[in-house]
């Protein structure tokens, strides 16, 4: 049949287990019925983030619409399966690209700084855009253009591979003029705080000590 790799979400990110699915051929027919029910109930119950949890339907008064797009989108998934739509997810990936998912963070952001260039080219200001616009429109910029993918990989290969092996204390010293001014500087709002506390002891009303006695 095939090897697959399954990940095994709790032991880590990337962790998964190998297994060679050959075993099922001599399997009992209730194991080969749990693996089969077990697997159709993820691949069914997929694709739903858009739908509301039980609760938050019931929360919204949407229960039975929510209920109805759920089983929708079960059915699709059951008709694409058939189909050979469906593709497999692969662990440490997106799901949507089969791109590591560190690879999609680093090319995101270099769409994103080109969003934000073409946005500043237009007038338009960055912070009168919500994130969730500009997050979109750098996922679309990596979609029309896969070289945003090759410059990530290329950066994180290049950020691995750079290992400095010098000691920054023989590049850096504390220079001495800058801590003594800095602990003057702290000495000095030492001095302002007591002299502000003092202020306020002597702004009480006198008798004010024998009275709370």
Known sequence: MATLQIPIAKAGRNVTIEVDTDFLNDAPDEVINLVILEGLKTVLNSRMSKVKSPKAAAESGS????????????????????????KKRTSGASSKTGVARE?????????KEDVKNQMRAKGIKISHVK??????????????????????????????????????TALIQ???????????AKSERKSQLSAKQAGKVAKRKPGAELRAH
């Open 63 to 86: 229960t039975e619409e929510e209920a109805k797009a759920a089983l929708a989108q079960a059915e699709k998934n059951l008709e694409d399966l058939k189909a050979g739509k469906l």
């Open 174 to 184: 504390e220079d001495a003029k800058l801590v003594e001014k800095a602990e003057a």
């Open 103 to 111: 690879v999609m963070t680093e090319a995101r952001r270099l769409a």
């Open 131 to 168: 994130a969730s616009q500009i997050t979109a429109a750098a996922n679309a910029f990596i979609e029309a253009d896969p070289s945003y993918i090759t410059r990530a990989e290329a950066n994180l290969s290049e950020a691995k591979a750079k290992t400095i092996a010098i000691d920054i």
